[in-house]
């Protein structure tokens, strides 16, 4: 089923010069693309007609009820260029399906996946020239969707803003270096019957405190851990978390399974195919910090990283808690979280064999 979209092209798209200086350096939601979608949603008459049209500021009521209430979903994917200069999408379909998971738990209505996916393709092939070359650059593409009804009643809106914007993206991390992160026990991200598994403000919202308390002590992300018996880890900032233990071929990588409260990652299930794919058992469990902490000092845990779509592969290195410090391994990224990095980023960039059909070619 394909959804019509209405194509209504900007009469003032930034210039081939100022697109080509942007960019050379694009940074990460620093500039933004000539257009942007929108539909609108209400509980009368369902969705209205797509339109893509020119970015542009958007102006809302005082009392519209999102700004009372957060009821907001957004989601996160990119486009990236290929070998032969068109460019690809890397699994909208599973971004489409968290979306659609992710409105329903927050009493929004759920995006038709046709709708998603044709405003995705529609908003890049309109905006194809600001798909950045380099690989490890992308064009990176926020859908969110919010409760637009005018009034102070606690109750789900009766009507709803979809919108697409997208940017173009350098690496958010340097893979290069290691990053150092604080294991937060005065918060929590999520509790078991909440918003974990959902992607919403509310929840990056209210980890912002903890984000500042980890850069206090000197370190670039926060690690939550559960919210029950306070011990088992569960994600880095937004990010979904990897453990490697042994070494070459004889290696596992896990993860923390999912219990409800944690983000579904996209890039996090990527991985789990990617690392079986090159060889390595993988293993969904549960990781408490004793286990890090004491994996990490035997020498068990050799490698850790963080993975997203926005970060792709973070490798960690030092760990920091109430419970002391230590790291993992030299402290450096690891080779199997490279090799990893790098086989993932080759399958978004065309370069490495994209077996599982998880490409989405919108411009040859």
Known sequence: MTMTIKITPSNHPVS??????????????????????????SEAEGWSEAELKAYAPISL???????????????????????????????????AARFARSAKRLALPELPIELFIESVDALVREDAGWVPEKIGESLYLRPFMFATEVGLGVRPTNRALYMLIATPAAAYFNS????????????????PGGTGEAKCGGNYAASLVAQKVAAEQGCDQVVWIDAVERKWVEEMGGMNLYFVKGLGTDATVLTPKLTGTLLPGITRDSILTVASDLGYRVE????????????????????????????????????????????????????????????????????????HHWLRKVLQ
């Open 16 to 41: 081939d010069a100022e697109r080509a200086e942007k960019l050379a350096k694009p940074g990460f939601g620093k500039y933004y693309t000539d257009h942007m979608v929108v539909a609108e949603w």
């Open 61 to 95: 009521d005082p009392a519209t009820m999102v700004f009372h209430y957060g009821q907001e979903i957004f989601e996160g994917l990119k486009a990236y260029r290929q070998p032969d200069g068109g460019v690809a999408l890397f699994r909208p379909e599973a971004n």
């Open 176 to 191: 290069e270096n290691a990053v150092t992160v604080w294991i937060s026990t005065e918060y929590v991200r999520a509790a």
């Open 284 to 355: 969904e469990r549960m990781v408490s910090v004793d286990d890090w902490r004491d994996g990490a000092k035997s020498g068990e845990i050799t490698e850790i990283f963080a993975c997203g779509t926005a970060a792709v592969v973070s490798p960690v290195g030092t760990a920091k808690s109430a419970m002391g410090t230590w790291v993992t391994g030299d402290g450096t990224p690891g080779p199997i979280t490279m090799q990893i990095r790098n086989t993932l980023l080759g399958i978004q960039h065309g370069t490495v064999t994209d077996t």
